[in-house]
């Protein structure tokens, strides 16, 4: 089976920390995704990376910076979290090209005081 | 990008058919249509996908009209298991910055 992991399930921070959200693959998957889920907005796209040290913005970028240095890790980094970024975080993975599906993590909820 | 528009909540009793309609305009030629079903402190999981007619697998069916502006899921017999939040995604993986989750319809099913 596709595994997507994500290092913490759940995170408490306070405002103005650093925050970094861990994701690996194990299925070789090219493409991976940062997600962001809240109540009655579905989920929205933060960024996408299509390859190593690839990356692109997704629709709500802004508060947000992504690495990726390996193929199976995709980390999503709040240089300087607010309160506003208290979420829940999905990463995702999926092969190139075609429809493609999405193989989710059991996602992370941050915290921001 | 293709709009989506998905009722937010439906219920349904065990045992019906449940009928999900997702709304997407300005679908893209290259766009496909998949359905996704989330569990509460989950990830999404992928229940079904398709690009038009019909698809059917062992969980649900997926009808698309010739005009593709709309898809419905259809869930035969549903079981208490199956509250849960249903999003439809349209888009391409080609492009997959550009494909558009729909806002989820939380579904209960009562005994």
């Known amino acids: 089976d596709v595994k997507v992991t994500q290092s913490s399930r759940y995170l408490v921070k306070r405002t103005g920390e650093k925050v970094f959200l861990e994701c690996v693959q194990d299925?070789?998957?090219?493409?991976m995704f940062w997600y962001r889920q809240d109540p009655g907005l579905g989920l929205r796209l933060i960024y996408f990376s299509y390859d190593v040290k690839m990356k692109e913005k997704g629709d709500i970028p802004e508060g947000y910076s992504v690495s990726r240095e390996k193929k199976e890790r995709f980390s999503l980094i709040l240089e300087s979290a607010s309160t506003n970024q208290t979420s829940m975080y999905l990463c995702?993975?999926?092969?190139?090209?075609?429809?493609?599906?999405?193989?989710f993590g059991e996602g992370s909820r941050l915290t921001v005081l | 990008l293709a709009k989506t528009t998905q009722p937010i909540s439906m219920d349904s009793y065990e045992g019906q058919e449940v009928n999900i309609t997702c709304s997407h305009n300005?679908?893209?030629?290259?766009?496909?249509i998949t359905w996704y079903q989330q569990f509460p402190s989950q990830g999404p999981r992928f229940i079904i996908q398709g690009y038009k007619t019909k698809v059917t697998n062992e969980v649900a069916s997926l009808f698309i009209p010739a005009d593709r502006k709309s898809s419905t899921l259809s869930l035969p017999r549903v079981s208490l298991s199956d509250t849960a939040v249903y999003y439809c995604l349209v888009g391409d993986n080609t492009n997959a910055g550009k494909s558009t989750f729909g806002d989820g319809t939380t579904l209960t099913v009562k005994p």
């Open positions: 300005n679908i893209a030629t290259n766009d496909y």
């Open positions: 299925m070789d998957h090219e493409n």
């Open positions: 995702a993975s999926s092969l190139p090209g075609g429809p493609g599906e999405l193989f």
